[in-house]
Each structure stands twice: as C-alpha cells, then as structure tokens.
C-alpha cells in the first residue's frame, strides 16, 4: 500500500481504513494442493487402470443408480446479507422440513454433455 502512495511510511490505522474502505481482507485465504507433475507422476496416472469399457455393451444398457435420503431444512431466523466488506451472516438454528429420497439413474455409456 505504500507503493500506491507518496508517503515513505504508513500508521497501522491508516492502513486499517484503508483496508476497511475497500473491503479487503488479506489474511482470509482459500486453501488448494497443486500437484507437482513430473515424470514419475505421469507415468503413474497412465498405468491406473480404466475402470469403464471404452465401446458401449450391444447386448444391452449399463445403468448405474443410487438411493440416498435428504432432509429438507429452511432458516429458523433470516441471514443478515452481505454488505461490502462484510460476508453473509446466517444463524445456525434451521428448521427440518422432512425428508426425502433423491433417486439418480445414469446410463454409464451415454454420457450427457
């Protein structure tokens, strides 16, 4: 931030406002790996094995399907929204709705793009 300015030093509270006034916040970070590909790396994802055939079965459909059970929830009071500078703020008391089953059918060789 002193780059951006003529002055040699900054106070901790005009560093402060000036973070406030545009709603930064440097120490929040989003945490990811990135990998580091090499030769050795390579050469272990192409001996992993396939596990689909690459030629759909003639003899009839392969169909993948799962059941899973789902609670319908909703929000006991109404989150405070977002304001620059600000996140969300949401309570964590909810309210259960009931619940139900989610179906999901796939065709394994009928890939929907």
Sequence with gaps: MIEL???????HETLRRGLAENGLKPWRRDMYCTPHIDGEYVARMEDCPISMPRRP??????CASTQSPVQ?????????PAA???LERYDYEYCS????NL???????????
């Design 5 to 11: 300015t003529e002055h040699k030093s900054l106070s």
């Design 97 to 100: 709705s009931g619940t139900v």
């Design 57 to 62: 079965i003639q003899s009839g459909r392969s």
């Design 103 to 113: 179906f999901v059918f796939l065709d394994v060789h009928r890939p929907s793009h």
């Design 84 to 86: 620059p500078g600000l």
């Design 72 to 80: 319908l929830i909703s929000e006991a009071r109404q989150p405070n």
